[in-house]
């Protein structure tokens, strides 16, 4: 089937009587002018820093046929068609560009501040059990069958989403598992999708460079739930809920799961050790028990959702259980053999830093010893509570980088000290003591001493990047993979 630019321009709702387009077959629908081709379909989207009406020009030069505009360009004599909002028909528009194959898959949204990508990962190992051939699209990648594609975003926009859901389609996938990140709810990168059943797993603070507030984060959570859903929605029930009735509908019906009485789905009886975690879960007189490699009480709770959902696809809850026993997810609370205690884990908010500590905190005989950063470019609000949690939840504390970015590495660790006044400073050349902190700017440099002073009975966390293979500095992306200096260090020790 011949896509036409007539075609999608209905798709966006538009009124093309006064402008004739004629069956234009469309080679290309793109927001980057730099991409067009004769035939091709612009769309001027106005972005944070940069403004797509300021290419229509560009994009008429390189062979547009027509533009999807909010306002026209009267120097450009091609076809410019206006909506109220193109971020709003650029999903819808791409969908219909590669024959909707959203309407060929069921679809699962995770959404929270911690703990997407290890839903993705239990819910995928109990679905495939099930029989289902799932996809995923998530922060470490995009992936189905043995196909696996680079991610370079949670949320994929809608031109780099819809050709790997075409792929995916067109590969005999059935369902789609997907983080929902705040961003992309906001910039209204997942129009077009509905999902089955979505699952907000927490909420605590992150993002406030770009939401500026809570309530403007939590809002934005809140579009999953409020323009995206068609059946089910499953929520985690937890201390903080003050932002609950800003992220879920009134007369939702949204099962809360937690150990509190208020919840729908009851835990009890958990169990965390450093082999893993078992839990008992009730639900519509339905008790099953289940238990797990991951490490740490939160995984309960990230385990819990995905069983949950799991019960949207007719899979029995014992079923699901069974299968969450092997799970295994990169780069969080990834234990890295050798004679010390190491965990790589991707902990890079204060309530995610919390959580790795104490899951690793009572297992300890000797010290916790946590290695972390802040990234730059980021919410600069987290950087002393990220201080503070280490302060509180540690024994040892070692500062260093993360991903600076633009800005300047030891202006983000004065900014993360400010969560540590209270606590005693050392020198890096000075006997690791008993508890204080110290500051080792260079990360591989930080990891190496972590490792190097560490007593047999201390246990060492790594935060911050997890799975990354990456360290960004100003605007250049190098190679750094925490799990491989900390096996590097372990293997001299």
Known sequence: MTITIQNLLNVAGVDTS???IGEIGCPVVSADSRKMVPGGLFIALVGISSDGHDFIETAAKNGAAAALVERVNENVSMPQFVVASTRAVWGPVLAQFYDNPQLKMDFVGITGTNGKTTTTYILEKILTDAGHLCGVIGTIEY????????????????????????????????TIIMEVSSHSLAQ??????????????????????????????????????????????????????????????????????GSTKSAHAVI??????????????????????????LIGD???????????????????????????????VPGRLARIPGKVPVFVDYAHTPDALDRSQKALRHLVVGRLITVFGCGGDRDAGKRPKMGASVLNGSDIG?????????????????????????????????????SGFTVIPDRAEAIKWAVGRACYDDCILIAGKGHEDYQIIGKTKIHFDDSEHAASALKDK
């Open 298 to 328: 939160h995984n309960i709770l990230n385990i819990t959702g995905a069983l949950l959902i799991a019960s949207s696809f007719d899979v029995e809850m014992s079923k699901a259980a069974s299968s969450v026993n092997d799970v295994v």
């Open 188 to 257: 209204m990168r997942v129009g077009g999708l509905r999902f089955k059943a979505a699952l907000l797993t927490n909420f605590t603070q992150d993002h406030l460079d770009f939401h500026k507030t809570m309530n403007e984060y939590a809002s934005a959570k809140g579009l999953l739930f409020r323009n995206h859903l068609t059946e089910n929605a499953f929520v985690c029930a937890w201390d903080e809920s003050d932002y609950l009735d800003t992220i879920i509908p009134e007369n939702s019906d949204a099962v809360l799961f």
């Open 398 to 434: 070692v500062v260093t980088s993360d991903n600076p970015r633009t800005e300047d590495p030891l202006k983000i660790i004065d900014m993360i000290l400010e969560g540590m006044k209270n606590e005693i400073r050392f020198p890096p050349e000075n006997t690791m003591p008993h």
């Open 18 to 20: 006064m402008q004739f």
């Open 268 to 293: 009890s009886d958990t169990s965390s050790t450093i082999s893993g975690v078992r839990a008992t879960v009730t639900w519509k007189n339905e008790q099953v028990t289940f238990e797990s490699m």
């Open 143 to 174: 992936r189905y069958g043995k196909t696996k594609i680079p991610s370079n975003f949670t949320s994929p926009d809608p031109e780099i989403l819809y050709p790997v859901l075409d792929e995916m389609a067109r590969g005999g996938t059935d």
